[in-house]
């Protein structure tokens, strides 16, 4: 819902940033995750008996996505909302009198959800209940919510939670085979194994953070009377963090070479780094090497300039290679690097120099013209065209003759 752009402006450079925020319109329904739901429930249930269903999902944001549920009229069921935390928001058919297979062995019923948008849009799902008769104990869970955290990356076989469940029945009408809800999705179910048996529940698949940060599994409780009886719980699986995502650091712009004329201040790169780890675990630092004569600086988040910090010469040092190093808090922290090669650009900032000073020659009288005299020398330490020197003679008069009128320079 949220898009960051940078803004870059040259001569000189500078980088600003924009977090273009987009606003939710109700343009999606809510979505049951079934069109029919085949509910089956003994006769013998007492009335209050709670049976969980799948609510809907809407894939707006904020009051467009808030969801509430309707029943149509009928005198057996009721529609219940229970909100026993942040974490868990459960929607369950709650029945209102005892059942009567002899007399309606059927109940059609339809559930409605409406969301919070304007205009509002709504969502259909149809339940069918077949009353069952005979085997009148279900399964009891003893914790109606389990509460784990499981660390990621956890190995095949790690123990998640064990699950337990009792049924007040004799013989077969007491043993309980222990299963994933019918709507469990396929995610979850690559990911855990639950032993049918014992209640044990065990990782299976690849156990991410960054992937997925929790988990609220259904489980059922199912005996073998005929018809069986069953009963449900939720396992809330919290997961959590490990450092395993070194930070990610990219050199986004350049400017170069830098004149060695430059002002402090000036901005050879951009750079940004991140980590999908969590906490402690993805925060980043940066640091620079060697320290002079630029630095870091940090511009927004996770955003950092490299800037000239002190004066540049290039005829003492033409060339930088410099390291950046983004390092996690995590321990053992992680870190990368990346190289940045600066190269100095060239002013014109050093005169010829000639070799001597000064030339004391001796010439013979009645030389020709075009006859070679002496060789001057002179060197500048700048570079390429700053570096190319030429060559003049200034007049200088002996008596009154002028001695440019008799030496020219090549």
Not at 3 to 31: G, M, T, W
Not at 112 to 120: C, H, L, S, Y
């Amino acid at each position: 819902c949220g898009v960051h752009l940078e803004v870059i402006v040259e001569k000189p450079l500078q980088v600003f940033h924009v977090e273009v925020e987009v606003k939710d319109i109700n343009d999606n329904a809510p979505i049951f995750p079934t069109a029919v739901k085949n509910l089956f429930i003994y006769e013998s249930r007492p009335p209050g008996s709670r049976f969980p269903l799948e609510g809907a999902s809407d894939e707006d944001i904020g009051t467009n996505s808030l969801l509430t549920y309707g029943l149509n009229s009928n005198e057996y069921f009721t529609l219940d909302i229970k909100r026993n935390d942040e974490e868990m928001k459960s929607l369950g058919l709650v029945l209102k009198k005892y059942l009567n297979r002899e007399e309606t062995p059927e109940h059609h019923l339809v559930i409605t959800a409406v969301d919070g948008g304007k205009p509002e849009l709504t969502g259909t799902t149809q339940l069918k209940i077949t009353v069952l008769d005979v085997n009148d104990n279900a399964p009891a869970f003893e914790n109606l919510v389990y509460k784990v955290r499981l660390f990621e990356n956890a190995p095949n076989g790690t123990l998640v939670v064990i699950v337990n469940a009792s049924d007040l029945d004799e013989g077969i009408n007491k043993d309980i085979v222990y299963s994933f809800n019918s709507d469990t999705s396929a995610d979850i179910l690559s990911k855990f194994h639950l032993d049918p048996v014992s209640g044990h529940m065990s990782v299976k698949g690849n156990i991410d953070f960054e992937e997925t940060k929790s988990y609220e599994i259904q489980v059922e409780a199912t005996d073998k009377g005929t018809p069986p009886m069953t009963d449900h719980c939720t396992v809330l699986l919290e997961i959590v963090d490990a450092n395993d995502n070194a930070p990610e650091l990219v050199i986004k712009s350049l400017s170069l070479p830098v004149s060695e004329d430059a002002p402090l201040g000036t901005v050879i790169a951009l750079i940004s780094v991140s980590d999908r780890d969590s906490g402690v675990n993805g925060q980043v630092t940066c640091s620079l090497t060697p320290l002079v004569p630029f630095k870091l600086l940090s511009t927004f988040k996770n955003y950092y300039s490299l800037v000239l910090d002190s004066s540049l010469d290039r005829e003492s040092r033409s060339t930088y290679e410099l390291v950046v190093t983004a390092q996690d808090g995590g321990s053992p922290s992680l870190s990368a690097t990346a190289s940045v090669f600066v190269e100095v650009a060239d002013v014109n900032d050093n005169a010829p120099a000639f070799e001597q000073p000064e030339y004391t020659v001796f010439v013979k009288e009645n030389n020709p013209p075009g006859s070679h005299i002496f060789t001057v020398s002179a060197h500048d330490a700048d570079a390429q065209e700053n570096a190319l020197v030429s060559y003049s003679l200034v007049e200088r008069r002996v008596g009154e003759r002028a001695l440019s009128s008799y030496v020219s320079v090549h």
